[in-house]
């Protein structure tokens, strides 16, 4: 994708913008999209918006310090990119320019199952570890196969992901054809006509990009040529009937930190506690999977109250600016991660935009320390937020 942009984005909807305009539809609403009516997915970014901070100022704010520690790691603000399947289809290999940018943030990639770029191909970029994403396959010497290849490749954090046991349904995919379906003039529209319509990624990406499979599970998915391919495998191979006696088995079998994804309600979020988890990811999906559901914003404080000094709490879902950045850490987290963000910054002009957005995150950043009084992100609470 090319460096150069028109207009400078200043924020989540200028990246957006430019997003739209450069891939393909299918591929723009697959990222845009949620589940169902996609009320889920609006309550997200809606309820951040909703939470008001306090302004506070004369608090001398010349030392403002935005970095973090996160599972003894030093991050320069407390942002980690989330892991996004097929995320590498939005740039010529996405994922590498990813995990650059994110180096040069001083913040962690995280790698999803369902990448595109191979973890041994993403572990090239520098010897700063990354994290990676594991869904639960049915194989469990996949998995540990799986495993290993991630802890010798430097892999510190392993994220697994368990709001997955069904997948949601996305009206959007299923319009597109992303679910399977359409006919014929629905192939054309979703094929050659929306690559017609968008030269620029057909080029960079689909022709000069690939290969454009799943590289974390290609070896295991044989006879597989495209997406369409692997999105079958990956529907026969995940494993729905995973419960809380495979997290036990997870955290046997893996050494290094790991974070569970997906967790919704008090009652599991004291379960991750127990089973050892060293952490935990509030977050309902970007609102992907079960439509209806409390956005992480609302469920976030809940869960803090609960758990929040037993373990290391994250977040995600509709945070779009370094004010969110602030406000979750106000709420209980301790960093919180984007999904659409990256991609849609990738789409709109490769490693340089991203590079640009996680810029403009740190500067909102720095603005709401500065104007709440906190000027240190580690001692973010409650107090910076206006009193109900
Ligand atoms: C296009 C897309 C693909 C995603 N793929 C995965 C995935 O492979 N594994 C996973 O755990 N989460 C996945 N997610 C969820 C994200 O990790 C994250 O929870 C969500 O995007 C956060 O919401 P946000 O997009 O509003 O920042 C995906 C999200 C999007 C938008």
């Known amino acids: 994708m090319g ?21 393909p539809r299918f591929l723009f609403d697959y990222i845009d999209g949620g589940a169902g009516a996609e009320v889920t997915l609006r309550r997200n970014t809606a309820d951040w918006e909703a939470v008001q901070l306090n302004q506070k100022v004369l608090v001398d704010a010349s030392k403002m310090d935005c970095s973090v520690e996160l599972f003894g790691q030093k991050l320069a603000m407390p942002l980690v990119l989330a892991p996004v399947g097929m995320g590498g289809m ?7 320019q990813a995990k650059r940018a994110a180096d040069a943030a001083g913040i962690p990639f995280c790698l999803s199952t369902v990448g595109i770029c191979p973890m041994e191909e993403v572990a090239q970029v520098s010897d700063k570890p990354f994290w990676f994403q594991l869904y639960m396959l049915k194989d469990r010497g996949i998995v540990q196969e799986i495993l290993s290849r991630a802890l010798a490749h430097g892999v510190t954090t392993l994220v697994f992901t368990i709001d997955l046991a069904v997948l949601g349904t996305r009206y959007r995919d299923i319009r597109n054809g992303m679910a399977g379906g359409l006919g014929p003039w629905g192939k054309f529209r ?3 006509l929306d690559y017609a319509l968008h030269p620029r990624w057909a080029f960079d990406v689909g022709l000069m990009g690939g290969p454009h499979g799943f590289g974390n599970i290609a070896m295991y998915v044989k006879q597989s040529r495209n997406p369409r391919d692997y999105l079958h495998w990956t529907g026969t191979q995940f494993d729905s009937s995973v419960t809380w006696k495979d997290i036990a088995w997870l955290r046997q ?3 290094g930190k790991l974070v569970l994804k997906g967790v919704l309600d008090v009652d599991d ?3 991750s506690v127990a089973i050892g988890a060293d952490g935990m990811i509030v977050s309902n999906h970007g609102g992907r999977q079960l439509d209806g559901v409390s956005s992480s914003a609302a469920m976030l404080p809940r869960i803090a109250d609960a758990v929040g000094s037993e373990t290391t709490l994250l977040v995600d879902g509709g945070i779009r600016s370094g004010q969110d950045l602030v406000k979750a850490l106000a709420l209980g987290a301790k960093a919180a991660l984007v999904g659409r963000p990256w991609v849609m910054a990738l789409a709109a002009g490769g490693e340089a935009a991203l590079t640009r957005m996680l810029t403009l995150y740190k500067q909102d950043m720095r603005t709401a320390l500065g104007l709440t009084g906190a000027v240190n992100a580690r001692d973010v609470g409650r107090e910076v937020l206006l009193k109900a």
């Open 253 to 255: 079998v893996w050494p």
């Open 269 to 271: 979020a004291k379960q």
């Open 3 to 23: 460096e150069s942009l028109n207009l400078l984005p200043a924020g989540f909807v200028d990246f957006r913008r430019d997003a739209e305009r450069n891939l």
């Open 190 to 192: 979703s094929g050659a």
């Open 90 to 96: 939005t740039a010529r290999r996405g994922e590498v």
